[in-house]
């Protein structure tokens, strides 16, 4: 069974700019949540989405959104890109229900500058 | 909003040597989850646990969720090279929206 796959990998943008980051969730699953990874902040929930609804929101201002499609990949994007950005973006696909283990993707690396 | 704080947020270990972190909420959690990320890597699921006082266990690996369910431990025994990682507890709450602790860093030298 293919894992969760993030894309792209690495990306440079510069501030001002906007972004999307693709997620496919593994086969069947129809829950896919959005984390960004920085030093400073930890891992910290940005959304998720089940069944192409938003079910769960974070604290990130509204430059940060997403979306799913009926197949369940996801979407999310970032605009007016600023330093702060930077980070390492995951994506992880659980089962449906709620309390379910995360598979987590390897990531898009962000760099704003 | 909901925090969940790790101790200690750095270790450094000989290998051979146990290892133990640390969550602690100020709330009670409905549930808590282990997560590992090696460097350079992504969180990995290690295990969950629901009920208060639950222990579990993996080979060297011993997980317990405490009794009033606001807190919980990860240990460790003769750690090895491959135990090498970050450590987050992370709590579950609505849906599958994860809170994740602050995180331990475990660093094993031979």
């Known amino acids: 069974k293919a894992g969760v796959t993030q894309t792209p990998r690495y990306l440079i943008k510069t501030r001002g700019q906007q972004v999307t980051l693709s997620c496919s969730p593994i086969?069947?699953?129809?829950?896919v949540s959005w984390y960004q990874q920085t030093p400073g902040q930890g891992l910290q929930f940005l959304f998720e989405?089940?069944?192409?609804?938003?079910?769960n929101k974070g604290n990130f201002p509204g430059r940060f959104s997403g979306r799913q499609f009926s197949n369940s990949r996801s979407e999310m994007n970032v605009s007016t890109l600023e330093l702060g950005d930077s980070a390492l973006y995951l994506c992880?696909?659980?089962?449906?229900?709620?309390?379910?283990?995360?598979?987590f993707g390897q990531g898009t690396r962000l760099t704003v500058v | 909003g909901q925090q969940v704080m790790q101790i200690p947020q750095y270790q450094h270990v000989q290998e051979g040597e146990d290892f133990t972190t640390y969550c602690n909420s100020s709330?009670?959690?409905?549930?808590i989850q282990w997560y590992k990320q090696r460097p350079g890597g992504h969180p990995v699921f290690l295990i969950q646990?629901?009920?208060?006082?639950e222990v579990k266990k993996q080979k060297r690996l011993t997980f317990q969720f405490g009794e009033a369910k606001k807190n919980s431990s990860l240990h460790i025994t003769a750690t090895q090279t491959t135990d090498v990682g970050t450590y987050f507890c992370?709590?579950?709450?609505?849906?599958?929206?994860?809170?994740f602790g602050t995180g331990t860093q475990l660093k094993v030298e031979l």
């Open positions: 992880a696909s659980s089962a449906s229900g709620a309390n379910t283990e995360a598979f």
């Open positions: 989405y089940f069944s192409e609804t938003q079910r």
């Open positions: 709330t009670t959690l409905s549930n």
């Open positions: 646990l629901v009920k208060s006082g």
């Open positions: 992370v709590n579950g709450g609505g849906g599958n929206k994860l809170t």
């Open positions: 086969s069947g699953h129809r829950s």
